[in-house]
């Protein structure tokens, strides 16, 4: 069954420090994997997308991993800002003659001042 | 400005009476969805559109109703809404397995 799963499911940091969210998949044919931010009460926005060949992509303070071989992203926020308390939401495409998106229940950060 | 639009935003409505949402692109995609989002559930598709008269059920269609008869709409309809409809409603559209752009949401209250 195609699942995707993040973790944790929410997290509260102080502005100033970083931190990681983890999205692991069983999706197959695999595609790709994007990550959104999605602020309270408005759609999804794109953050990063990454195929099967990359490793990393950055998008300013957001960096996006990929391990394709142990079905594993994360996602790297650094020096968080106010503005980051949002939901990170991992969606995974699988390509098997229609696209089907795969949505994880993303994991809600808070940054408190 | 490219962009997906949702009507309403807010709706409040009683059980048994027919509404529909609409939504519109205005960047010439071919695929375009609709979503629910409840607290806890995440985004849950509910119906999806490859292009004009091509659509097909998601993961939770039951009591909604779809139609693409141009490629810039794509209108969900609630023949009979009931409370468990009670939901944040999310449209989104795309290139063919590119990134979704989502509209602002319908949040839809059925009493």
């Known amino acids: 069954k195609n699942q995707v799963e993040q973790s944790p499911q929410s997290l509260i940091i102080l502005e100033g420090k970083n931190c990681t969210l983890q999205c692991n998949y069983t999706v197959s044919p695999f595609s790709n994997l994007r990550w959104y931010k999605q602020d309270t009460g408005r759609g999804p926005v794109s953050l990063t997308i990454m195929t099967f060949s990359e490793n990393t992509k950055s998008n300013g303070r957001y960096t996006a991993t990929l391990d394709a071989d142990t079905k594993q992203s994360s996602l790297h926020i650094t020096a968080s800002q106010l503005s980051d308390s949002a939901s990170y939401i991992c969606v995974v495409s699988a390509n098997s003659g229609t696209y089907k998106y795969i949505f994880g229940t993303g994991t809600r950060l808070k940054v408190l001042a | 400005e490219a962009q997906v639009t949702q009507n309403p935003r807010y709706l409040i409505t009683v059980t048994g009476k027919k509404l529909t949402v609409t939504c519109s692109q205005n960047?010439?995609?071919?695929?375009m969805s609709w979503y629910r989002q409840d607290p806890g559930l995440g985004l849950r598709q509910i119906y999806y559109?490859?292009?004009?008269?091509?659509?097909d059920k998601g993961d939770v269609p039951e009591g909604y109703k779809v139609s693409r008869k141009e490629k810039r709409n794509f209108p969900l309809i609630l023949e009979s809404p009931s409370p468990n409809q009670t939901s944040l409603y999310f449209c989104a559209s795309s290139p063919w397995g590119e990134t979704q752009y989502f509209g602002p949401g319908t949040r839809l209250l059925v009493l």
């Open positions: 559109s490859m292009n004009v008269e091509v659509t």
């Open positions: 960047m010439n995609h071919e695929y």
